[in-house]
């Protein structure tokens, strides 16, 4: 139940973008150059599983801002034309304390998330502005390098578990880029992944991404905020014990613009 609502999250995100679609322009045959580092804040709910211990996370803003050590983004893409290639890495750290039935659960999780790709604007928007805007068809890949530790604790026992797991996993989506005016513009974009592609032992079961935003665009330097989902399921296949992933992250970013 939980995939399909996230299905059809993101399919009605799509369908959204699609029908924003206006009328072919003429592409700008020029290279363009993009460099956005962001800050971003999530919530975070779900699930961690290690051998027979299972930690249920549900951080809320607050938690989330003070427990993850560090939530970093940067988006850099280069463009000609109506191609393109993107690079986008993302790190964050958890640390979650929990008490159960007498038992402490002291959990810590490090995330590296390398998103690459290339993109092909299937329309231009905007012909006649100051910026061009667009949508895009977007194919690519995401690494993820993911670690987890878990102190376990209780008045019979103490163990102790740690587990990472790497995968490199596909995914397409489409992005809207939409000026208003000559400064101000709107993105939304959407994607899928995982399709239950498996890497160094580790199944990616699915993963969804859907992001929104405004920005002021000055000349090369602009401001942007918004609102960014992402949900993974993953799974590592080659233990003796279960170490499985199923978390979602949500949240407000913010972060600078230089287009070039």
Do not use: C
Not at 138 to 161: D, F, K
Not at 165 to 181: C, D, K, M, S
Not at 192 to 197: E, K, L, N, Q, S
Request: glycine share 12%; net charge negative.
């Amino acid at each position: 139940m939980r995939s399909i609502k996230r299905i059809l999250f993101v399919s009605t995100v799509l369908l959204l973008i699609s029908s924003g679609a206006g009328a072919f322009a003429q592409e700008s045959d020029r290279w363009e150059l993009t460099i956005a580092p962001y800050v971003w804040f999530p919530n975070i709910q779900g699930d961690v599983t290690i051998g027979q211990q299972t930690a249920d996370l549900d951080l809320g803003a607050n938690s989330g801002i003070e427990k993850t050590e560090t939530a970093g983004v940067l988006q850099m893409e280069v463009r000609f034309g109506r191609f393109g290639l993107f690079l986008q890495p993302n790190y964050f750290k958890l640390d979650d304390n929990q008490d159960v039935l007498r038992t402490n659960v002291d959990l810590t999780m490090k995330f590296w998330m390398l998103e690459f790709g290339g993109f092909f604007r299937l329309v231009e928007l905007g012909k006649g502005r100051k910026h061009l805007g667009g949508i895009d068809l977007l194919v690519g890949g995401r690494y993820w390098g993911i670690s987890t530790e878990a102190h376990v604790s209780s008045p019979l026992n103490i163990t102790e578990r740690g587990e990472s797991a790497h995968v490199t996993e596909p995914f397409v989506g489409l992005r809207l880029l939409n000026y208003f005016n000559d400064h101000l513009f709107f993105k939304a974009r959407g994607d899928f992944g995982g399709f239950g592609v498996s890497s160094n032992d580790t199944k990616s079961k699915f993963t969804w991404q859907a992001i929104t935003s405004l920005g002021y665009q000055f000349n090369t330097i602009g401001v942007e905020a918004g609102y960014r989902w992402l949900a993974i399921e993953m799974e590592n296949e080659s233990l003796p014990f279960s170490n499985e992933i199923d978390l979602d992250f949500e949240g407000p970013f913010g972060g600078v613009v230089f287009r070039f």
